[in-house]
């Protein structure tokens, strides 16, 4: 039995599950875009930069997904500063679609395209499954089951080095 692809698998699924956690979220962004145009697309972009800071760290697709968003600095729930930092790479399309009349749309769609194509690799190509959000925002996504001792205990963040002697 190979160990390794097992967990492989496990990862993938994760993966696939964040990804349909953040489809949720984009689902209620474009239902408030489209019922409530245009004021709906201010309401969707204030959700998509709060959602993660909600709920103990968790948007509307995490909490169904049943994964919350944690705090890598002391394993406390996703701040909304967090959270809109985050959630960037989304909104960041949106403002450009709002504010720039006709052109903002084009401009708007080609950079959702690129954002949202760079967090996809780094989310399938980084071994820690982070995404560029979580980088910025010193955030990780974690299964919702209270066991986050290790993350809670940590002194450092997790893209410093914590080693002490030097070559």
């Known amino acids: 039995m190979d160990r390794k692809y097992l967990l492989e698998k496990a990862i993938r699924v994760a993966k696939l599950t964040r990804l349909i956690a953040k489809a949720i979220d984009l689902f209620i962004v474009a239902c408030f875009s489209i019922w409530f145009f245009p004021l709906g697309v201010v309401l969707g972009i204030i959700y998509m930069s709060l959602c993660d800071g909600m709920s103990n760290g968790q948007s509307a697709g995490k909490k169904f997904m049943g994964f919350a968003v944690k705090s890598l600095e002391d394993g406390s729930p996703c701040s909304y500063k967090q959270s809109v930092i985050r959630n960037l790479p989304f909104t960041l399309p949106l403002l450009v679609a709002l504010l720039l009349p006709v052109i903002g749309w084009i401009l708007g769609v080609i950079l959702a395209a690129v954002l949202i194509g760079f967090e996809l690799y780094l989310l399938y190509n980084l071994d820690s499954g ?11 996504v974690m299964a919702n089951d209270d066991n986050f001792a290790g993350v809670k205990n940590r002194k450092t963040s997790w893209f410093t080095s914590n080693t002490t002697g030097s070559i």
């Open 130 to 140: 982070h995404r560029l959000g979580d980088v910025m925002a010193d955030t990780s």
